[in-house]
């Protein structure tokens, strides 16, 4: 379904999509497994507007998984994301405001090097942002937020360090504080008829650690309408965070299911 409702001056929109896979074999002598993957995605805004005051919410959660007949489950995608922004108008486009992002998780993490070994498990890592600073902000699908002093918290449960680093938190320990500058962009736009564009884009630099290295957080969603209810859907993630993983990290998914 597509929701899209007003109720006074909050403006709340967004999508729920269920899209899968499956292949079955009997029989079948140039070989195959038989497996089953789902994913199920939830993107909503809710915006609140009234006379100099602005808030924006947008909440993405998702889940899937993976079976076959020789292997337990697997998860293919795992994701728990809030990012609000209060804002007061200044002239225009501008804005003062405070901006709070949460990122987090539901299922458990497997090493993809050691699948016996538990990297992750529900809210563990939690990430968390906050601070003031200013928002630039063109409509519901263009705005710009800059924040020159964002505290920045990385919790794990103690289980995960007890051998080592975890998402850049030290050994024997539950969390980690650095402090910073975020840049959070997000930009939605018609490529053509039935398809749509979103992008959103996070960049942190640690001034407590090394201001060269700048985390980057990139997501992409390309929506291909096919009818009201029918949707393909392509998602693409692009991180990098050098105390986590000092490789770039990416993820795509393309589905086409109900929307």
Not at 26 to 32: A, D, T, Y
Not at 53 to 66: E, Q, S
Not at 95 to 115: E, R, V, W
Not at 191 to 218: P, Q, R, W
Request: cysteine-free; proline content about 2%; charged content about 25%.
């Amino acid at each position: 379904k597509i929701d899209s409702t007003t109720t006074k001056h909050w403006n709340i929109k967004g999508t729920t999509s269920l899209s899968g896979n499956q292949s079955a074999f009997s029989n079948w002598l140039n070989g195959g497994t038989s497996n089953i993957t789902v994913n199920l995605r939830l993107n909503y805004d809710f915006n609140y507007k009234k006379d100099n005051w602005v808030l924006d919410n947008k909440f993405i959660t998702a889940y899937g998984f993976n079976r076959n007949k020789f292997s337990s489950v697997k998860k293919t995608e795992d994701k728990i994301e809030l990012n609000s922004i209060l804002a007061r108008n200044i002239e225009k486009e501008w804005h003062y405001s405070f901006f709070f992002n949460f990122k987090s998780q539901f299922g458990k993490g497997l090493d993809p090097k050691d699948p016996k070994n538990k990297v992750s498990h529900f809210l563990s890592p939690i990430f968390l942002m906050t601070g003031p600073g200013i928002f630039w902000r063109k409509s519901d699908n263009f705005k710009i937020n800059f924040s020159p002093a964002t505290p920045r918290f990385v919790f794990v449960h103690s289980e995960f360090t007890k051998m080592g680093k975890s998402f850049g938190v030290s050994q024997n320990e539950v969390h980690r504080f650095e402090f910073g500058s975020t840049v959070y962009a997000y930009y939605k736009f018609d490529i053509m008829k039935n398809v749509t564009m979103e992008n959103i884009l996070g960049l942190f630099a640690d001034y407590t650690h090394d201001f060269s290295k700048v985390d980057i957080d990139y997501q992409a969603s390309l929506y291909l309408k096919v009818n009201k209810f029918i949707s393909a859907n392509v998602y693409y993630d692009v991180l990098y965070d050098y105390d986590t993983s000092k490789k770039l990290q990416q993820k795509e998914t393309v589905g086409i299911g109900f929307k």
